[in-house]
């Protein structure tokens, strides 16, 4: 049956369509942000909610507890997937909202682990995978929503808009947590400023939730459901079924899971391995990957409007490999612009400050600044705080100057082009994979599996990969050459198994659901 036949799409106005969009997309919007501030944090939050004794161990439990909520993201789209298919798009990701946005909240409450230890790190573990169930249901509900109000021929273009969202949830998240630090101070952040940014996504929140109660049903579910055909177990016809079950393998392994790393990669990771690689100071670090964001977006919308001309296949595979050829040229270039061992001091500038604070515990707590500045331009502080106590703290941090700054936005920006190449198609691609009364449960399960599991977990692999090639290297010096680019294995790996399957078993064609 034809799409015009099915719903009459064409119909609906303009006004109409770029009304869905927003009441889907804002929601989505703050979805994401909630989501991401945690990742965003992830280097306090290590040292507020897990024992500081270690810091490569805090950060990797931090790095693992964000995981979680990736982990669980698909068992979320299973959930929501057949409630939206049973009862309706709309109520479904309004639920996924409040779910959402409420555990974001509860975050910001939760004491840290100096006052109530170990059940720190617990209610955080369980709040993550609240957010991770939520999400699961989200995407696949407003991806859905938005492709099944748009004309025929351009999905691609219209449900790229909902692609722009997780990009700019980042973006605005870390828009919040720079103007906050901005605003109450390094030490009252990293006190307790920090938990700003969790606690105002409650008003967010809940303008969106406004927004989304005026919405209307799909008119592809609704004449679903006016006809009788809404499908009586979604998980069975989605996954039960030969055909079915094929396409949602091909969804994953041939789509998904490499646009999931190629996400991961040129957005979360390149902020981690920037403020953990290269310890480019807090401020600057943000701004470096805010601008490329930002900059990058519209290409979101260009590639999604490209694939209902050209097809799906070739602008998401054309992403992956471009990921895969020259991510290790990227970073080893990255890593370059702040290796103070390739870089001149001018001794005669070097400045040492010291400060005492008395602590509320009676200590008094030296801290110890000594400033470094390169015939470049390039700045590097070494912090080292000393308590009676404690066990000393030091912290290391590097300023770019402007070109080499610049340079590195271009780097940032560069993946994250490759970020919109694999990820401004995937939703058209997924939604005209299977039918309407499946659709939803079909097309969340292997897009959290692509992203939820193999992207998800992106950053954890690569640190961990990392710090082992590191500890090689200092039990026997060489063993690994540059030990700083063993984490990009992963993403080459997934995305390369990914690429030959899409090569060889996706069409480029556009895909036609057949009751659509």
Not at 24 to 53: C, H, M, N, R
Not at 106 to 133: D, E, K, N, S
Not at 331 to 352: C, H, P
Not at 363 to 391: F, M, N, P, R, W
Request: aromatic share 12%; glycine share 10%.
């Amino acid at each position: 049956m034809t799409g015009s036949k099915a719903r009459s799409p064409q119909a609906v106005s303009n006004r109409t369509l770029f009304s869905v969009i927003s009441a889907s997309s804002v929601g989505t919007l703050i979805e994401w942000y909630d989501f991401y501030i945690f990742g965003s944090l992830a280097a306090i939050l290590s040292s507020q909610f897990f024992p500081k004794d270690n810091p490569t161990a805090a950060l990797l439990s931090t790095l693992a507890t964000f995981a979680a909520g990736f982990v669980v993201r698909p068992f979320g789209a299973l959930v929501f997937g057949r409630l939206g298919d049973l009862v309706g798009r709309k109520y479904t990701f309004l639920v996924t909202l409040v779910l959402m946005g409420g555990s974001t909240f509860a975050i910001g409450l939760i004491p840290g682990y100096a006052t109530i230890g170990f059940w720190a790190p617990l209610l955080v573990l369980l709040l993550r995978l609240v957010q991770g169930l939520a999400l699961g249901g989200e995407y696949g509900g407003a991806a859905t929503y938005v492709a099944e109000y748009a004309p025929e021929g351009r999905r691609g273009y219209y449900t790229s808009f909902i692609q722009t969202t997780a990009t700019l949830g980042l973006f605005v998240s870390l828009g919040v947590i720079l103007i906050t630090r901005e605003t109450l101070g390094v030490d009252t952040f990293s006190d307790w400023g920090w938990r700003v940014p969790f606690l105002l996504s409650i008003l967010l929140v809940a303008v969106s939730i406004v927004i989304r109660l005026r919405m209307a049903e799909s008119p592809l579910f609704s004449k679903l459901k006016s006809e009788g055909k809404v499908s009586k177990n979604p998980l069975a016809e989605s996954f039960g079924k030969k055909q079915n079950l094929k396409m949602v393998l091909l969804a994953l392994f041939g789509a998904t899971a490499g646009q999931g790393v190629i996400w991961y990669t040129g957005q979360f990771y390149a902020l981690s391995f920037i403020q953990k690689a290269c310890n480019i100071e807090f401020v600057q670090s943000n701004m470096i990957v805010a601008i490329a964001l930002l900059a990058a977006t519209p290409l979101f919308v260009v590639f999604g409007g490209l694939s209902d001309r050209i097809g799906r296949k070739s602008i998401m595979l054309a992403g992956m490999l471009l990921g895969i050829v020259t991510y290790r040229p990227i970073y080893d270039k990255m890593y370059s612009l702040t290796d103070l061992s390739k870089q001149q001091e001018v001794v005669d500038a070097r400045t040492i400050d010291r400060k005492q604070v008395k602590l509320g515990n009676g200590d008094t707590q030296i801290t110890t600044t000594t400033t470094h500045i390169y015939t470049d331009g390039l700045i590097a502080k070494d912090v080292e705080k000393t308590a009676t106590s404690a066990k000393p703290e030091l912290t290391k941090s590097v300023t770019l100057p402007d070109g080499s700054f610049w340079l590195m936005v271009l780097l940032v920006f560069v993946q994250v082009v490759y970020v919109t190449m694999v990820y401004g198609p995937i939703a058209a691609f997924l939604v005209e994979l299977f039918p309407t009364r499946i659709r939803y449960t079909s097309m969340s399960l292997p897009y959290h599996i692509g992203n939820g599991i193999f992207g998800g977990l992106t950053p954890f692999i690569a640190t961990a990969l990392v710090a082992t090639a590191t500890k090689a290297n200092q039990a026997v010096p060489g063993s690994v050459a540059k030990p700083y680019l063993e984490g990009l294995w992963y993403p080459i790996l997934v995305a390369s198994i990914c690429f030959i399957i899409g090569i060889l078993y996706l069409n480029n064609k556009k895909y036609t659901t057949a009751d659509d």
